[in-house]
């Protein structure tokens, strides 16, 4: 029997409050049209590779959830095929349909053929995050690459990669995690959150604005010029954003939850399993009258230096530990009381997620070249709200997934103009 780790744990929690629909998606176009039988069987095939991804979540112990493999796992069709000349329809269909990880599978395909193909991955945030999904992609075009050259390709077993925090407490020479969090608990209070109307949760969507190679490339090229990052860049835009729309009191500081991914403390820099190995961190940043873009990004990248001296995103890790030792019962009391709180005071921080690059080098399914690529990020329940970000072929993409009675579709357009303007402005 396989326990959920701390963090599946805490993201299957998630699911099961509906507190968000737990579901991260990646979407390739190639200029062409791949061999479909070949991608049914890589897909296939990447369920030997990966074994989590065949399972399902089971609660018959309130306390201690497992993972179960799904019994008639080779009778489930893993990957659709669609013809259609909407493609943006199909997509909005597919991305805004449920997965559910207590029946299984934890990751879904569908190929939506026109003139070219689109390839839609979903995976199920209780057996990954957005770095495991990344590594599922460079996997599945490895099988089908491997499977093209030769029908008989087998995929290695995962049978040692572990899924655990402690991969990094080890690392780290962390032996008492909830020690540590004992020393570090005191609780970050929501300051603000993301307008919204509160409401039956109905109409999910997604909305989408994107940076061209130009525009990125000065992006880079500034950062570089101050010794700042990209993330640091889009996160004043985020922030700047959230002033223009909340509009808090002046010198009060707000605080975003900025996600880490926790594979920077490895030798590697990865895992061997696909799993979830992601935190957050807070970040407090005051609206000043009249400040100009440089001032406020000067302020936001100090911000992030300082959080990054003190072991960025471990707070965060100890709490799902805590909660994993003291059950899932209380997990789902505390997430039920934090969202009655959020909902009585309308206060949620709001969560910003750079995805980061999805491949440093172009994809290839064997000859066949995937043109463009991003991310979208997970629904999460108003007042609560993420924002996430992916790069691909020096092209970025900002995505947001939320319900429209919630939060009007031209609301949500104007909130990404203001950002992809506070971009602009940067690199005019």
């Known amino acids: 029997m396989n326990l959920l780790t701390g963090q599946d744990l805490f993201n299957y929690a998630v699911e099961y409050t509906s507190y968000a629909n737990n579901q991260i998606h990646c979407i390739l176009k190639f200029k062409s049209r791949i061999n479909e039988k070949i991608l049914s069987k890589a897909v296939r095939l990447t369920f030997i590779s990966q074994p989590i991804l065949g399972c399902r979540v089971v609660v018959e112990d309130q306390q201690k959830p497992f993972w179960k493999k799904i019994e008639n796992l080779d009778q489930l069709n893993l990957s659709t095929v669609v013809e259609s000349q909407d493609v943006d329809d199909e997509l909005h269909r ?10 299984g599978p934890q990751l879904q395909t569908r190929l939506i053929r026109s003139e ?49 925090q402690y991969q990094v407490f080890e690392e780290l020479g962390i032996t008492d995690p909830i020690g540590s969090w004992n020393k570090n608990k005191n ?58 729309i909340v509009q808090p009191q002046e010198g009060e500081p707000m605080g975003v939850e900025v996600t880490v991914d926790l594979r920077r403390y490895l030798p590697k820099g990865k895992t061997d399993s696909i799993c979830n190995l992601s935190a957050s961190t807070t970040t407090y940043i005051a609206k000043e009258p009249g400040e100009s873009f440089a001032t406020t990004l000067t302020r936001v990248s100090e911000e992030m230096k300082r959080r990054k001296k003190d072991n960025l995103g471990l707070r965060t890790v100890f709490v799902f530990e805590v909660f994993a030792q003291v059950g899932f019962t209380e997990m789902l009391d505390w997430l039920q009381q934090i969202r009655k709180q959020a909902i009585e005071h309308q206060l949620t921080n709001p969560f910003f997620s750079n995805f980061g690059l999805l491949s440093k080098e172009k994809i290839f399914f064997y000859q066949e070249e995937v043109v463009d690529a991003y991310m979208i990020s997970p629904i999460m329940l108003p007042p609560t709200f993420l924002i996430g970000i992916s ?31 506070e971009l602009n402005k940067k690199i005019l």
């Open 94 to 103: 597919f991305v805004t349909s449920p997965l559910d990880s207590r029946s």
């Open 116 to 164: 070219f193909d689109t390839l839609c991955i979903k995976i199920n945030h209780s057996c990954s995050d957005a770095r495991g999904l990344k590594e599922y992609v460079a996997l599945l075009a490895e099988v089908y690459t491997n499977l093209y050259q030769n029908p008989y390709y087998i995929p290695k077993l995962d049978s040692s990669g572990r899924r655990d």
């Open 187 to 244: 609780s970050v209070k929501p300051t603000w959150s993301f307008p919204s109307m509160d409401c039956p949760h109905q109409n999910p969507t997604f909305s989408i604005r994107r940076l061209d190679k130009q525009q990125l490339e000065k992006l880079s090229d500034y950062a570089r010029n101050k010794d700042i990052t990209i993330n640091d860049i889009i996160l004043t835009a985020f922030y700047r954003s959230m002033f223009q």
């Open 391 to 421: 790069t691909y072929d020096d092209i970025l993409t900002l995505t947001v997934c939320y319900y429209e009675s919630s939060i009007k579709k031209e609301f949500m357009e104007k909130f990404l103009e203001f950002m992809t303007k």
